[in-house]
């Protein structure tokens, strides 16, 4: 194993006990077309193959996308960056899972983009740095609900399935991190406007120490006081306070 590249964010993952409990999680059917994001030296790769999954990984390093090509002849290797992949293309092939162990750098701006664009994805299992889980499984009113929490429950019903320590990875980061799942709504609870959604919640999170009279102030009418007069919230409360379906009926009004 080469030494890890600090660019890439590349922490491999070395324990097979912890692959395979994370290829679990993602409930694989023979025949079930899978997209591995960031696959690295394969370890969770060398699971994925052995359930004889239709299985396409995406890897930027042309390094690391070369072994696998030649490890694993059945495999579809993609070299690219998730963080710049067209993810509408994987409607094209039905639907579809995905996992990953993803670089902690890109994870928070990834997982918000695929949500939004993987219309056809039935379920996405991804280990992240285990803070930037509890903030997407935040609850509203808690010190770690914030844009990312309201977004991703906007599509998708979040479940932590267990924490990894820093010892199964070479190197060892510094932190610890967390499997999350994902089960993607159908398209009649997933936001039809996201736009409007995420202009508000950066608007608000950008500024949440603020109450929502004062952030929205340019937005201000009658229509959104009333709003909040029939959810019985005062315009003084700040963004922690409203609920990932209160936001969604906001960005409808305000933009």
């Known amino acids: 194993m080469r030494t890890p590249k600090k660019s890439l964010g590349q922490n491999f993952?070395?324990?097979?006990?912890?692959?395979?409990?994370?290829?679990?999680?993602?409930?694989?059917?023979?025949?079930?077309?899978?997209l591995e994001i960031g696959p690295g030296y394969g370890a969770l790769t060398t699971h994925l193959v052995e359930q004889i999954a239709d299985l396409y990984v995406l890897e930027k390093d042309p390094h690391l996308a070369g072994l696998l090509k030649s490890r694993y002849r059945s495999l579809n290797v993609?070299?690219?960056?998730?963080?710049?992949?067209?993810?509408?293309?994987?409607?094209?092939?039905?639907?579809?899972?995905?996992?990953?162990?993803?670089?902690?750098?890109?994870?928070?701006?990834?997982?918000?983009?695929?949500?939004?664009?993987?219309?056809?994805?039935?379920?996405?299992?991804?280990?992240?740095?285990?803070?930037?889980?509890q903030r997407i499984?935040?609850?509203?009113?808690?010190?770690?609900?914030?844009?990312?929490?309201?977004?991703?429950?906007?599509?998708?019903?979040?479940?932590?399935?267990?924490?990894?320590?820093?010892?199964?990875?070479?190197?060892?980061?510094?932190?610890?991190?967390?499997?999350?799942?994902?089960?993607?709504?159908?398209?009649?609870k997933r936001p039809n406007e996201e736009e409007k959604l995420s202009r508000l919640l950066r608007l608000c999170f950008q500024k949440r120490r603020k109450q929502m009279s004062t952030i929205l102030r340019a937005h201000w009418s009658n229509s959104l006081e009333k709003w909040f007069e029939d959810q019985r919230l005062t315009s003084r409360i700040r963004p922690e306070g409203l609920s990932p379906e209160q936001f969604r009926d906001l960005s409808r009004i305000i933009f």
């Open 78 to 133: 993609i070299c690219g960056d998730g963080l710049f992949f067209d993810w509408t293309r994987l409607e094209r092939i039905g639907s579809w899972k995905v996992i990953g162990n993803l670089p902690y750098n890109i994870a928070s701006p990834l997982i918000w983009d695929l949500v939004a664009r993987a219309g056809t994805c039935s379920k996405m299992v991804f280990m992240i740095q285990k803070e930037v889980a």
């Open 137 to 188: 499984r935040a609850e509203p009113g808690s010190r770690e609900y914030g844009a990312i929490s309201v977004w991703v429950r906007n599509f998708a019903r979040v479940t932590l399935e267990f924490f990894v320590g820093p010892r199964v990875f070479h190197p060892q980061p510094k932190v610890d991190s967390a499997v999350i799942s994902l089960t993607p709504f159908t398209s009649e």
């Open 13 to 34: 993952l070395t324990d097979p006990n912890t692959a395979r409990k994370i290829v679990s999680c993602l409930c694989v059917l023979p025949g079930q077309k899978i």
